[in-house]
T-cell receptor
């Protein structure tokens, strides 16, 4: 079992849709939860970062963490074609001192 | 622009060869990370250096080695290359000493082994 599992996609939605991206993780000791966005032919860039259970909002993006279920989500409201990218969840393991990435979900938002 | 520079952007070589990938971190960042990204494996952590010292190791093969120099740039050396080593290799840097915090990624070096 992988330490971080992510829905593979690809996901194709119309402009304006609400998008839900999800990851599960195996180790309850994982502490910090992040979402990175990667455009084609570019390196990943940090989108959101949280360390506690609950929701964190930033504009059209909401990150949700449920530590009891070991489940994290990223919601995108009013999705735009410019949101088309690969979204990677990432979890920091203090014990291993490393950031573990999910495989990424490719999202396409069409006009 | 993340401020992290990687060279070369593209590299094509043959099996059995050796290549060196270079990374210049953001100004002031002491931590450098190397990741490998392939279609079937996603983004895999290879190794981290902090101020010249190895800090954490991931799934790095024995044929691969890395170092961070006094000027903080880093090199990833890949030897006895195999077809399966074809991938995007990313370098990232961070100001964090603990590994928690934002990683700034370069645009990657795409390695093709024929």
């Amino acid at each position: 079992q992988k330490e971080v599992e992510q829905d593979p996609g690809p996901l194709s939605v119309p402009e304006g849709a609400i998008v839900s991206l999800n990851c599960t993780y195996s180790n309850s000791a994982f502490q910090y939860f992040m979402w990175y966005r990667q455009y084609s032919r570019k390196g990943p860039e940090l989108l959101m970062y949280t360390y506690s259970s609950g929701n964190k909002e930033d504009g059209r993006f909401t990150a949700q963490v449920d530590k009891s279920s070991k489940y994290i989500s990223l919601f995108i409201r009013d999705s735009q074609p410019s949101d088309s990218a690969t979204y990677l969840c990432a979890i920091f393991s203090g014990g291993y001192n490393k950031l573990i990435f999910g495989a990424g979900t490719r999202l396409a938002v069409h006009p | 622009d993340s401020g992290v520079t990687q060279t070369p952007k593209h590299l094509i070589t043959a099996t059995g060869q050796r290549v060196t990938l270079r990374c210049s971190p953001r100004s002031g960042d002491l931590s450098v990370y190397w990741y490998q990204q392939s279609l079937d494996q996603g983004l895999q952590f290879l190794i981290q250096y902090y101020n010249g010292e190895e800090r954490a190791k991931g799934n790095i093969l024995e044929r691969f080695s890395a170092q961070q120099f006094p000027d903080l740039h880093s090199e990833l050396n890949l030897s006895s290359l195999e077809l399966g080593d074809s991938a995007l290799y990313f370098c990232a840097s961070s100001a964090s000493t603990t590994g928690v915090g934002e990683l700034f990624f370069g645009e990657g070096s795409r390695l093709t082994v024929l």
